[in-house]
C-alpha cells in the first residue's frame, strides 16, 4: 500500500486556517507504513519496499496486533529531527551492523495515522475519528503519538524558531486516499526539499580525483531527466565514500539529460544512469528550473525521485 501525500501550500509558508483544519508538525525522516495484520511487523517506506531490518529497535510495533499505521521514522541530533543523521540508517540490512546502529542511535516512530485495526478498514473513516483510534492504542518504546494543534499559524512560528522542516494541515472531515496527493493534506516547509535524481559527476577542482559535485536532475511529465543544476555541498565523509563507490557502479559513456547541460558544469564532467536517487536541500529554483544553493543530505532509498513540474 502506498501512503496518502499532502499538496505544497500555494503560498509558501501559507497555510489553511480555522476549525476545519488541524495541524501537525512535518518531520523531517523518513515516511514508513506499519502493519501487523500478518504474522511478523512490516515496515514499508513510501516505495512500497521493506525496511524493516533496517530499525530493530522498532520491533516493539509487533505488540499491537493487527493494525496499520502511517508515520514517520526520525533520528534526533541535537534535540530536533536531522535526515543527515538517519541516512546512516536506511541502507543497512545486515542485522548485527542494524542492531548496533540501533543501541548507538536508535530511531523513533512518530505515528500520525492509522488505516486500519482489528480488521476494520478505517480509511473511509474521517480524520479525527483515526485520530481518536490512535489515541487509543498503547504504543511500545521508541514509537510516539505526533501531536496534534488547533492554530497553524502559532505552529508555523513554533518550528521555525526550533529548527523543525514545517507543518501540514489536515481537513478534520477527510478520509485517507492510499496513494494520492489530496489537497485534504497542505503541507508548508521552511526549508524546501527534494529527492533528485543523479546524472553524472564532476572531482574536485584541485585534480584530486575526489567527488567534487553532483549533476541532478528530475523527470518531466514526457519521462525525459530535465536539468537541476549542480550541488557540491554537503560531499563530505562517509557520504562522499558512499557516492563514489554507487557511481562507479553505473558509469555511463554519455549525458543522460535532456536538456543541455552549461558548459561550466558539463566541463570535465563524467556521466552516469540517472538511477540513483539523492535527498538535497535548497534556497529556491530560478525560472529556469534550476536549484539555488543545493545542499546533499543523503542517498534515498525509500523515494522516487520528485518530478521536474514540482517546485
Given amino acids: 500500500m502506498l501512503p496518502m501525500l499532502a499538496t505544497p501550500a500555494a503560498t509558501p509558508g501559507v497555510l489553511p486556517s480555522g476549525p476545519t483544519w488541524a495541524f501537525e508538525v512535518k518531520w523531517d525522516g523518513v515516511r514508513a507504513l506499519a502493519d501487523t495484520t500478518g504474522e511478523t511487523l512490516r515496515l514499508t517506506s513510501r516505495n512500497e519496499r521493506e525496511i524493516s531490518a533496517a530499525y530493530p529497535e522498532l520491533g516493539g510495533l509487533a505488540q499491537l496486533k493487527d493494525v496499520v499505521l502511517d508515520g514517520e521514522i526520525v533520528l534526533m541530533s541535537a534535540g530536533i529531527p536531522s535526515f543527515a543523521a538517519l541516512a546512516e540508517r536506511m541502507h543497512v540490512r545486515d542485522p548485527r551492523r542494524a542492531q548496533a546502529l540501533a543501541q548507538r542511535s536508535p530511531v523513533t516512530y512518530l505515528v500520525f495515522d492509522v488505516l486500519s485495526r482489528e480488521g476494520v478498514d478505517l480509511m473511509g473513516r474521517r480524520y479525527d475519528e483515526r485520530r481518536a483510534v490512535l489515541s487509543s492504542l498503547e504504543l511500545p518504546e521508541h514509537v510516539q503519538l505526533s501531536p496534534v494543534y488547533g492554530d497553524g499559524g502559532d505552529l508555523w512560528q513554533v518550528t521555525g524558531e526550533h529548527g523543525l522542516e514545517g507543518v501540514v494541515a489536515k481537513r478534520r472531515s477527510s478520509v485517507y486516499r492510499a496513494g494520492q ?131
Fill in 181 to 311: 496527493r489530496s489537497p485534504d493534506w497542505i503541507k508548508a516547509a521552511h526549508h524546501r526539499t527534494r529527492a533528485a535524481l543523479v546524472g553524472g559527476w564532476r572531482g574536485e577542482s584541485t585534480g584530486t580525483g575526489r567527488l567534487g559535485a553532483l549533476l541532478l536532475g528530475a523527470p518531466d511529465e514526457a519521462g525525459d531527466l530535465r536539468y537541476l543544476g549542480r550541488a557540491g555541498s554537503g560531499l563530505t565523509g562517509p557520504l562522499a565514500t558512499t557516492l563514489t563507490t554507487l557511481l562507479a557502479e553505473v558509469a555511463a559513456t554519455s549525458s543522460p539529460f535532456a536538456d543541455e547541460v552549461p558548459d561550466q558544469d558539463g566541463r570535465g564532467a563524467h556521466w552516469c544512469e540517472p538511477v540513483l536517487v539523492v535527498d538535497c536541500r535548497y534556497l529556491t529554483r530560478t525560472p529556469g528550473g534550476r536549484l539555488r544553493q543545493p545542499v546533499i543530505r543523503g542517498v534515498r532509498t525509500d523515494a522516487e525521485a520528485d518530478p521536474w513540474e514540482q517546485r
